[in-house]
């Protein structure tokens, strides 16, 4: 069965640090979403993405985090300057078309230290 | 705005006992509700859903029921085996909203034999 896979699962890096987190989504999926949960905290969402942009995004994605699918097949979610707050669980999911169930992936552990 | 209240874990149960996990929601309009469920080490799955009032969403034993004179969605299932052991997340889609989730916090259930 197609699922939507995430690297790494558990990525450290220091304040201050570039990290890019990897989705691959499900192949024939034309919309994938980024969404984060902080230990303890409700799971947010961050970004949706469709048709090479950003259709909308939260308050919480701001000028240091960036969306890409840099090759038809990979979704990244780029953070440019890491932040101690930016420590959270990133999950990436995708569906076919806009009303469709989401796919989510594993998830990727962020600590920022 | 949107918002989702999930009874707080974690809820330990012992296998064949009766499972209820409360959730309400905050919504204009007439959201779509879910549930979905993370078992260890995987992505969120859905596991069911309701797009109208009245509307019971049912899979694997699970059911839920749309209500909303009281803007609930509570998770019920009649007997509980180990292998429900899972996070279980309540969630919403407000229609219009390029179909972005909003969840609550995740109660997480574990059931012993």
Redesign the interface.
């Known amino acids: 069965e197609p699922?939507?896979t995430?690297t790494p699962s558990h990525q450290v890096t220091q304040m201050g640090q570039e990290v890019i987190l990897r989705c691959v989504p499900i192949s024939n999926h034309l919309?994938f979403?980024w969404?984060r949960?902080i230990l303890?905290?409700?799971?947010?969402?961050l970004v949706?993405f469709y048709n090479n942009e950003i259709?909308?995004k939260?308050e919480i994605f701001d000028d240091q985090f960036s969306v890409e699918r840099p090759d038809g097949s990979n979704f990244t979610l780029k953070i440019r300057s890491t932040k101690l707050e930016d420590s959270a669980m990133y999950?990436c999911?995708s569906?076919e078309d806009?009303?469709n169930?989401?796919?989510?992936?594993?998830?990727t552990r962020l600590t920022v230290l | 705005g949107n918002s989702?209240t999930q009874m707080e874990g974690p809820v330990t149960l012992s296998e064949e006992a009766f499972l209820t996990i409360n959730c309400t929601y905050t919504a204009t309009g007439y959201p779509s509700l879910f549930w979905?469920v993370q078992y260890p080490?995987?992505?969120?799955?859905?596991l069911l859903?309701a797009t109208k009032a009245d509307d019971k969403g049912s899979n694997k034993g699970f059911e839920a029921t749309y209500r909303k004179e009281t803007t609930s969605f509570h998770l019920e299932k009649g007997s509980v085996q180990v292998s429900d052991s899972a996070v279980y997340?309540c969630?919403l889609v407000k229609?219009g909203?390029?179909?972005?989730?909003?969840?609550?916090?995740?109660t997480l259930l574990t059931v012993n034999p």
């Open positions: 699922e939507v995430q919309y979403y969404y949960q303890g905290q409700k799971v947010e969402f949706s259709s909308e939260s999950f999911a569906s806009i009303s169930e989401q796919f989510f992936g594993p998830g | 989702v979905y080490g995987e992505g969120l799955q859905l859903k997340f969630a229609g909203s390029n179909y972005k989730l909003t969840f609550g916090k995740g």
